[in-house]
């Protein structure tokens, strides 16, 4: 069974930086995406991030581009957000999920593996 365990949330000041991790266990397919998503209160579920573990391909959405990176060791099973130049609306709790397929799509529908979430609070 595969088990996504996300960390490095945390409270941050706009401007700031915070990286988070996903370590994948379990997985025993080799082609798939995996993403990071987020979700602040009151709102729907929304795309941040993906990247195909085997081609290294990364997207974006175009709230985060040119300021979060995602990237992935293999040898580690991990998957990261790099976050710099955080603002207050980035505050949600953000979630790790991985998908059966290498397509890196921006529906959480499209993922069948999720983290429990980590929380991230930007404060102004």
């Known amino acids: 069974q595969v088990q996504l365990v996300e960390s490095g949330g945390g409270l941050v000041q706009a401007g700031g930086s915070l990286r988070l991790s996903c370590l994948d266990s379990?997985?025993?397919?080799?082609?798939?995406?995996m993403a990071w998503f987020r979700q602040a209160p009151g709102k729907e579920r929304e795309f941040v991030a993906g990247?195909?573990?085997?081609?290294?391909?990364?997207y974006y959405s175009n709230s985060v581009r040119g300021r979060f990176a995602i990237s992935r060791d293999n040898a580690k099973n991990t998957v990261y957000l790099q976050m710099n130049s955080l603002k207050p609306e980035d505050t949600a709790v953000y979630y790790c999920a991985a998908a059966r397929s290498d397509r890196v799509l921006s529906g959480a529908r499209d993922y069948n593996y999720w983290g429990q979430g980590t929380q991230v609070t930007v404060s102004s």
């Open positions: 379990g997985r025993t397919f080799t082609n798939y995406a």
């Open positions: 990247i195909r573990w085997s081609a290294g391909n990364t």
